[in-house]
Each structure stands twice: as structure tokens, then as C-alpha cells.
């Protein structure tokens, strides 16, 4: 019996050591890029605000909606991080899924050549676009209306890929306009190439960058979810302090981001892209649905509870502010 005693007297401590680890409740999360739209994922692991929740998060850079949603639908994947108008079209063609949280408002820039200063200049030139159905082009093309460019008045150079390819175009002045986000947007800038305007400054309520989960699932793990975004507002919430800027800007550096572009990138991220709490807006929803109308994506769209459930969210800012 001795040395049963002793072989307890061993594992014992080495549960209690290791129980924290084991008991992490494991979190599939897939993002479609490292673009600066996960900075408050990025601040949650490194500042051990997942941990804190009890979480272990495992994520999958997808590099592709397309590819993402297919790992949803094969359940490799239990959270995923997509843009807004994304969830829309995909509900309406039947998927069963939900948007949990917003965490970003459009906020791509319209980077021009250095010797375009005005939408005017912009006529009879040609724009780099990734995809005709984007909901940020789709965005953009209003814009430009609004601003006395009708369809025609310029070129349109669709699949030109990512952001690195369409300002390749650019440089190249194989194409003279397109939209990217930062850290792309400002990189773009410090090397001459203007930035004629930012969606947010039209569009301060469209959801883009989201998080959601296959419906079923959310119901089924709420508890998990909402401590997710405990933590996930918390890493926001850090984020909009101006004293964790520096932290912050190190925080991307360490995972490859050009550390040139990160000033300007957080202060884009903060003033034009997070949205606080990461509010559901019923207003950004509309604009998403009748945008997706008018671009031939879907025929007819809904409220905001067909696409999106404020509850978990709500019920995650009421703990997360009770806890302090």
C-alpha cells in the first residue's frame, strides 16, 4: 500500500498544478486574415484575458471567407470572424448562422494615385477590386455616385486579389484607385499614395468585421460564448486606452506587422474601425440588407434578429461590468 500512498502524494499536486490547463474550456476560432480587425483577439491571448475566462483558444488564420465557411459547415470551427454583410447573404441563402458581436464598422480607405487629388480625377480611370459583390464595394460605388461618378465613368479591374496585389496595380498604374484596410491603407500612405476618404466617414453604422457561430451551436455552449466576449470586450476596452498604445503597437509587431505602419494603423483602428461593446446596430443591418438588394445579391433581407442576437453580447458587458 506504500507506494500507492506515494505515487498519490505525486499526482496530487501535479493535478492541482496542471487543472487550470485541463479544465480550459477549448475554442476553435477562425479569422480570415492577421489584418489589425483582430487586434482585441491578439490583446485577449497576449494579456492572458482568455485565460482568465477559463478559455483555451485555438485559431485558425482561414485565408479565405469562402474556405472559412466551409471549415463552419464541417464543424471544424466553433466561432468565426467574418464581415457582416458576409452573415447576411449567407442566412438568406439558407445557413443557419448568427452574428454575436460587431467589431468593426466599415473602414477601408480609397487609396489613390499620388497625382489624383479629387473624384473628379478619378473619371475614366480604373479601380482594383477584389470581388464585384463586396460589401465594400458595393459601398464604394455609392460613394463615388454620390460624388458625380456614375457606373461607367470609370474602369472596374475585378479579381485583382488582396490588398498587396490591388496596390500592386497601382504602383504600376495598371490601376489608379482602390480600397484596403490598415495596416495596407497606411503602409500605402507613408509610400505617397493618398487617401482620398474612409468609409466610416459615410457609413459610421455599417457593420463589417463580425463575429458569429452556426446558431445551434451558440445556444448550446451560451455560457462559452459570453465569455468569450467578456473577454473580447475586455481586450477592447484596453485597446481604447490611449496609455496601452505603445503596448498595443508591440503586441502587432510581435506577430510580423510592420511596425512603420502600426501607428497609423491603431489610430485608424480606434477612430474609425472598433466599435465600443461591439454594439449590434439595427440601423447597420438595413444598410446591409438593402445594400445586398441593390447589388443583386439577395432578393429581400429581414430585421436584425434574422441575422444577429444582441443577447449574448448584452449579457457579457452587464457580467464584465458587475465584475469591477
Do not use: C
Not at 491603407?185 to 466610416?200: H, M, Q, R, V, W
Amino acid at each position: 500500500m506504500r507506494p500507492i500512498r506515494r505515487m498519490t502524494g505525486i499526482i496530487l499536486p501535479l493535478l492541482l498544478v496542471l487543472s487550470p490547463a485541463l479544465l480550459a474550456q477549448q475554442i476553435r476560432v477562425g479569422t480570415i486574415s492577421s489584418s489589425i480587425n483582430n487586434w482585441p483577439l491578439w490583446v485577449a491571448e497576449a494579456k492572458g484575458m482568455f485565460a482568465d475566462e477559463g478559455l483555451d483558444v485555438r485559431v485558425t488564420v482561414t485565408g479565405e471567407s469562402g474556405h472559412q465557411l466551409d471549415m463552419v459547415d464541417d464543424e471544424q470551427l466553433d466561432i468565426f470572424h467574418q464581415a457582416a454583410d458576409h452573415f447576411v447573404r449567407e442566412i438568406e441563402h439558407g445557413k443557419n448562422y448568427v452574428v454575436l458581436h460587431t467589431i468593426t464598422r466599415a473602414a477601408n480607405a480609397l487609396i489613390v494615385r499620388p497625382e489624383y487629388k479629387t473624384y473628379e480625377d478619378l473619371r475614366g480611370k480604373t479601380i482594383a477590386l477584389d470581388n464585384l459583390q463586396t460589401g465594400y464595394w458595393l459601398l464604394y460605388r455609392k460613394v463615388l455616385q454620390k460624388y458625380g461618378l456614375q457606373p461607367g465613368d470609370y474602369h472596374l479591374s475585378p479579381d485583382s486579389g488582396g490588398p498587396a496585389m490591388r496596390i500592386m496595380k497601382v504602383r504600376e498604374n495598371r490601376a489608379q484607385f482602390t480600397y484596403m484596410n490598415a495596416p495596407a491603407s497606411i503602409k500605402a500612405e507613408l509610400d505617397g499614395f493618398p487617401i482620398l476618404t474612409n468609409l466610416s466617414e459615410h457609413y459610421p453604422e455599417f457593420p463589417a468585421s463580425s463575429i458569429g457561430a452556426r446558431r445551434n451551436w451558440a445556444e448550446s455552449n451560451r455560457d462559452t460564448v459570453i465569455a468569450y466576449l467578456r473577454a473580447y470586450i475586455r481586450a477592447s476596452e484596453w485597446l481604447l486606452d490611449p496609455a496601452n498604445r505603445d503596448d498595443a503597437i508591440e503586441i502587432a509587431a510581435g506577430i510580423g506587422h510592420d511596425r512603420d505602419a502600426l501607428p497609423g494603423s491603431y489610430d485608424t483602428f480606434i477612430e474609425n474601425g472598433l466599435v465600443r461593446y461591439g454594439t449590434l446596430s439595427r440601423t447597420g443591418f438595413t444598410q446591409v440588407g438593402e445594400l445586398l438588394v441593390e447589388g443583386g445579391v439577395i432578393d429581400s433581407f429581414g430585421d436584425m434578429e434574422k441575422y444577429a442576437d444582441p443577447g449574448y453580447q448584452q449579457a457579457a458587458r452587464e457580467q464584465m461590468l458587475e465584475s469591477r
